[in-house]
Structure formats: structure tokens, C-alpha cells
């Protein structure tokens, strides 16, 4: 039996309904923002109750933009993980701020007890992420957040249908960004990005700045830039919207089985807590498992294909290296990434490839 991690093959099984929108929009030849894109961000506004998003080419793009629409540039520190994707520390360095790493704790969150050692008088923002589909702990956060003065701004990129007592990932934030990349749990075909805030200014501005400073054909009221999403783009996340609620609940279903079939391995794998008062998108399920590239190279050699998000924590990358850290500093992160493993759990896989994955991971540990 084959367990395949990439489902984008059997998610565009059928393309009939994408390419019948399309042909509409096509013959609207309304190619560059317009009602389209317009009917999305509203969906999307809708679906976590903010109210306004505004759409951009890619998630690393919607925290550049949350990121400087609060001015945060030149001279002015963000404090974030060192276990994420490039892109959340990326997009500090792009807009001219220095990144300031803190751990992770068990549940591979941002820890948020390290946040106020790292505040300095250069602290502008906070950036947590809700890694892996959960989400760190956000009341905690928004508190240490108002208390500092320092901006909170959700990396949700791998958020999207993921909460935290009722309220949606990126709504806890002054403004937040999402990713709508093919892994994501909603996506565009291709890259795309979404900001998310309740605030009017910041609204203006970012809608402004992603469409080149315009507020009319021929008048602009800033230098902006083209940061634009496709509308061919926005007719997918619009039909994707309608199914994502049921995408999720096959998540969780199959997360369940593999959290209960794995867990009296609980020497060899340490799973994070799952807490009740938040929903996981389970976009990656991921877990501390002993031997992990031993146990990675058994589960391909029986079909079963795995990731590690990721094997080197940013802080020892060599893109960090102007950076004043060190191996030994966020001991947690370290470890987690040398034995993280995540495991496939998307929407097409049924009870017969848990069981047989679950059955191949207690094989090997005997
Ligand atoms: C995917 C991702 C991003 C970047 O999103 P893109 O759309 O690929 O630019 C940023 N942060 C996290 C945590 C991500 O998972």
C-alpha cells in the first residue's frame, strides 16, 4: 500500500467546476484585481468574522506588508521562533528590521515565557506562528503584548481553519497574514497571500501600498509596489472556501486515529498536548520520534512517505550567521529538529493507510 503525502493529485481529480469559473472570469477580462478578488477577500472576511482582508501574491508578502504597515523597518527588533518556515524571518529582514529568536516549547509554539527576557527598547513586534496548524498561546501573548507596548502580528500561514477558544488564527493580531501556497490548508493553485485587520487605517494602507500607492487612476497618495493577487487565483480559493470545514474535519478524524494508535509508544514518541479549547488544522502532524531518520528510511522503503519540518532550526542556518547565535542556544528547537517527524494526515487518506502506517511505526520500534 502506497501512503502518499502530496494529495494536490487527487484534490484536482476533477478540474470541471474550476474551469467552468474561470471561463466566466475570462470573459470578463477583468484580469487584474476587480470582482473577483473582491468577492474572496469578503469570503474570506466572512469565514473569520475580521473586517478586512486584503489579498496579496504570497504569505511571505502579507507579513512584509502586516509588518510595515505598522512602520516596523530599519533599527526595530521582532521577536519569532527559530523553528519556522525562512519566510516568517524573512519577511522581518525584508523590511530592514533584526530578527530576535526565542525557543519553542513542547507543543512546538513559540515559548512564551522567553518573550519578555527578549523585549528590548528596539522591540516593535511579536511574531508567533501557529506552527504546524495549532497555535501557541495567544491570550498569554496579546497580555505580554498590550503590557510592553509591542505590536502582536499572527504568522497564520499555516492557520487558516485553525482557533484558539472560538477565534480564529489571525484574528487575535493588530493585523496578521496567511499563506494560500498548494500546502496550505486553503489554497490558490499557486502562490497567493491574504492580510487580515480590523483596523480601518491599516486597511487603507494596505490596499493602498499592494496596488502601487493608487487611490484612483491618477492620483497616488505613497510609493507602493505591485502586490497583487490573480483572479484566476481567487476563483479557486473561493470554490476551495466551500469545502474547507469538511477538509478539516477529515484532518482531525485521522489525527485522532493516528494520536490514539501511536500512543502507547509514548517511550519512543512524544506527541504534543492537544488542547480543548483549540481547533488544529492539523496542516503538518508532527511529533518527537526516536531514531527518526532510521525510522524515516523504513517507513519509504514500506511506501509511506514522510517530511521533517525542519532538520536545521534558523538560528544555524547560514543565512543567520550575522546573527549573535549559536548551537546550544534554544535547546528545545534544536532538539525538536533533530527529531521531528511529520506524518502524512491529509483529507484523502482513509482509516486502512492510518492502520497500516501506525502498524509499520510499532514494526519498527520492535
Ligand atoms: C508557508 C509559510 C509562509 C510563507 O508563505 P508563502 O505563501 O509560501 O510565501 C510563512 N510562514 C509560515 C509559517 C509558513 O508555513
Redesign the pocket.
Known amino acids: 500500500m502506497k501512503v502518499p503525502y502530496n494529495y494536490l493529485p487527487m484534490q484536482f481529480a476533477d478540474v470541471e467546476r474550476i474551469i467552468s469559473e474561470w471561463r466566466q472570469l475570462i470573459s470578463t477580462t477583468e484580469f487584474t484585481l476587480g470582482p473577483f478578488v473582491e468577492r474572496f477577500e469578503k469570503q474570506f472576511s466572512e469565514y473569520l468574522g475580521v473586517k478586512h482582508c486584503i489579498s496579496t501574491n ?4 502579507a ?1 512584509i506588508l502586516a509588518l510595515k504597515s505598522v512602520g516596523i523597518g530599519n533599527g526595530d527588533e521582532v521577536i519569532t521562533v527559530t523553528n ?2 525562512y ?2 524571518v524573512g519577511a522581518i529582514v525584508a523590511t530592514g528590521a533584526t530578527p530576535v529568536f526565542v525557543d519553542s516549547d513542547d507543543r512546538f509554539q513559540i515559548d512564551v515565557d522567553k518573550i519578555i527576557p527578549a523585549v528590548t527598547n528596539r522591540t516593535k513586534a511579536v511574531i508567533p ?1 501557529h ?1 504546524a496548524g495549532a497555535s501557541p498561546d495567544l491570550d498569554a501573548l496579546s497580555t505580554i503584548c498590550s503590557e510592553h507596548n509591542i505590536y502582536l502580528i499572527e ?1 497564520a ?2 492557520g487558516i481553519g485553525t482557533s484558539v477558544s472560538g477565534k480564529p488564527a489571525g484574528t487575535y493580531s493588530s493585523v496578521s497574514g496567511f ?3 498548494p ?2 490548508s486553503l489554497h490558490v493553485m499557486g ?3 491574504m492580510t487580515a485587520t480590523n483596523d480601518d487605517d491599516l486597511a487603507r494602507w494596505l490596499k493602498t501600498y499592494r496596488n502601487h500607492g493608487m487611490v484612483d487612476r491618477n492620483h497616488i497618495t505613497m510609493w507602493g509596489i505591485n502586490n497583487r493577487l490573480q483572479p484566476l487565483q481567487a476563483v479557486v480559493a473561493s470554490i476551495e472556501l466551500e469545502s474547507i470545514d469538511k477538509t478539516i474535519r477529515k484532518r482531525h478524524k485521522n489525527a485522532k486515529i493516528l494520536d490514539s494508535g501511536l500512543s502507547d509508544l509514548s517511550d519512543r514518541i512524544f506527541l504534543p498536548e492537544r488542547k480543548n479549547s483549540n481547533v488544529e488544522n492539523y496542516s503538518l502532524y508532527m511529533g518527537l520520534f526516536q531514531e527518526r531518520d532510521l525510522l524515516r528510511a523504513y517507513l519509504e522503503h514500506f511506501d509511506i512517505e514522510t517530511k521533517v519540518h525542519y532538520p536545521i532550526p534558523l538560528h544555524l542556518q547560514a543565512a543567520a550567521s550575522n546573527l549573535p547565535y549559536s548551537k546550544g542556544d534554544f535547546p528545545n528547537s534544536e532538539k525538536q529538529a533533530e527529531e521531528l517527524l511529520t506524518l502524512p494526515v491529509h483529507q484523502y487518506l482513509e482509516e486502512e493507510h492510518l492502520h497500516y502506517m501506525i502498524n509499520k511505526i510499532h514494526d519498527f520500534y520492535d
Do not use: E, I, N
Open positions: 504570497t504569505g511571505t508578502d507579513l519556522t518556515f519566510a516568517t506562528v506552527w504568522d500561514c499555516m499563506s494560500l501556497h500546502l496550505k502562490d497567493g497571500g
